[in-house]
């Protein structure tokens, strides 16, 4: 609307000036210069577009009737959006106009030699039209760039006061996880130690040993979620981990899990007592280390959940490879009696179907006829 109302005052402008109100007289017809005001303010007009028809229109104008508003407001134009060769470029342009439009002028007699052809006015008519418009876009596009610049260097702090404030209180959940989760699971790996070096019979010490073995396995995890939840400018606290007891397997260095370390994850639930078994479909092969350690993390949070809600249900683990996904079955049957509920915070398939997600793949969870319960994930490989 700006440039239309801008075309609109270019136009009115020029016709003033060539019928001499503001300006020069011009002798021509009425609708010769009428056209000519009116190119003047359809170049005007697109300025936004492209300032070199209104540049162009506005030094012919001038040098031919002395209609100065076309080129004021190119000039005006220049200075807010021109720089380095192309803004010396266009004052030479100026100066080239002005100096035929001064020859122009001496050619003439009446108002035209009054106001071109005399060194002084030719000079103080260049400034007005020329040099007070360019000074005066320069400025306010030196004000806009400042304004622009202050404003990204608010919005930078105030990213940066954020990701602070973000860093500060992941330490704090990482420090608040330290103290609490990895004292007291510790202090199950140290007493699995003492119970299976006490042990009175074979039977108590696998089960203190795999007790031990499935704690210092969650330390290692444990750990590896307080690294990324701690500020990198953070010193890592000491481990309780690090105790003797723990020394010995080093959990921090072993890798993410993958689908190779899956029979170890099924063995320590059927050490619980739990018939897992586990059945393989298509041809096996290597798929990206990210899909591997989902499809692990969706066979331990199922069988989690069968620990929690099914106590020694069978439990069918199925993993098949099929063209363009991997697919990953867990099914339990009922329990055959309600197990004793294990605390927990009920977010687990939540951060589940959120992790296959980002995969790509789906998460499908639901009850079965006959009291069991299905988790199944689609995740393309």
């Excluded at 304004?147 to 940066?160: S, T």
């Excluded at 510790?186 to 074979?202: F, I, N, Q, T």
Aim: proline share 6%; glycine share 10%.
């Amino acid at each position: 609307m700006r440039f239309v109302l801008l075309g609109a005052g270019v136009f009115a402008a020029s016709l003033l000036v060539v019928k001499g109100q503001i300006g020069v007289p011009s002798s021509l017809p009425l609708p010769v210069l009428v056209a000519v005001a009116a190119v003047a303010g359809l170049a005007a007009w697109q300025v936004r577009r492209s300032w070199w028809p209104l540049a162009a229109v506005g030094a012919v104008g001038y040098v031919w009737l002395v209609m100065w508003p076309p080129l004021l407001v190119a000039s005006y134009h220049a200075g807010l959006t021109l720089s380095g060769r192309r803004l010396a470029a266009y004052l030479g342009g100026c100066l080239a106009v002005c100096g035929v439009a001064a020859l122009a002028g001496a050619r003439r007699s009446g108002p035209y030699e009054l106001m071109t052809a005399t060194t002084g006015n030719a000079l103080i008519l260049a400034l007005a039209v020329i040099g007070l418009p360019l000074a005066l876009g320069l400025l306010v596009r030196t004000r806009r760039e400042a304004a622009r610049e202050r404003a990204e260097r608010r919005e930078h702090e105030q990213v940066m006061r954020a990701e602070q404030a973000r860093a500060q209180e992941r330490a704090r959940i990482a420090r608040e996880m330290h103290d609490v989760v990895a004292h007291r699971v510790s202090l199950m790996v140290l007493h699995a130690g003492a119970l299976e070096m006490r042990a009175s019979d074979e039977e108590t010490e696998r089960a203190a040993a795999l007790i031990g073995g499935i704690g210092r396995e969650a330390l290692a995890n444990l750990r590896d979620v307080l690294g990324v939840l701690r500020a990198p400018e953070s010193t890592p606290a000491s481990s309780p981990e690090s105790s003797p007891g723990s020394a010995s397997e080093n959990p921090a260095l072993r890798p993410p899990p993958t689908l190779g370390d899956l029979d170890r994850l099924l063995d320590q639930s059927r050490a619980l007592g739990i018939a897992v078994t586990r059945h393989d479909e298509g041809e096996a092969r290597p798929v990206e280390p990210t899909v591997e350690r989902t499809a692990y993390r969706v066979v331990q949070e199922a069988l989690t959940n069968v620990h929690k809600h099914a106590g020694d249900a069978a439990t069918d683990v199925l993993i098949r490879y099929r063209p363009e996904e991997l697919e990953v079955e867990v099914r339990n049957e009922a329990p055959k009696e309600p197990p004793g509920e294990l605390p927990g915070a009920g977010w687990g398939l939540v951060g589940l179907r959120e992790r296959v997600e980002l995969l790509g793949g789906t998460l499908r969870t639901s009850a079965q006829d006959g009291g069991g319960f299905l988790v199944s994930a689609r995740i393309p490989a």
